[in-house]
């Protein structure tokens, strides 16, 4: 399993902006795809983001011209530019590592949209 620490949460008013950070503990990071999920009250977790290894990304309708996922190999870290917030993305985001037959969760970290 790769252990995975998400930061870059908090609370920020509609239309603002925040970047989550996912930080990966393994030595071929670069072979993962990584990505973002996120899970509302009451709801079921729901893909927001990918990027392959090979830097390919795929985002849900909700977010696409609003959050941009990227991914520095060098760091061993996954990104997510949240810009233009609104209250329906308020949920908390959680970075996924998948790679053949691992597939890790990181603890999850909280944004709320709110005026």
């Known amino acids: 399993q790769v252990q995975l620490v998400e930061s870059g949460g908090g609370l920020v008013q509609p239309g603002g902006s925040l970047r989550l950070s996912c930080a990966a503990s393994?030595?071929?990071?670069?072979?993962?795809?990584m990505g973002w999920y996120r899970q509302a009250p009451g709801e079921q977790r729901e893909l927001v983001a990918q990027i392959t290894s090979g830097s390919r990304t795929n985002y849900a309708d909700s977010v696409k011209g609003r959050f941009t996922i990227s991914r520095d190999n060098a760091k061993n870290t996954v990104y997510l530019q949240m810009n233009n917030l609104q209250p329906e993305d308020t949920a908390v985001y959680y970075c996924?590592?998948?790679?053949?037959?691992?597939?890790?969760w990181g603890q999850g970290t909280q944004v709320t949209v709110s005026s």
């Open positions: 393994t030595s071929i990071f670069s072979a993962y795809a």
């Open positions: 996924n590592a998948n790679r053949f037959v691992t597939n890790s």
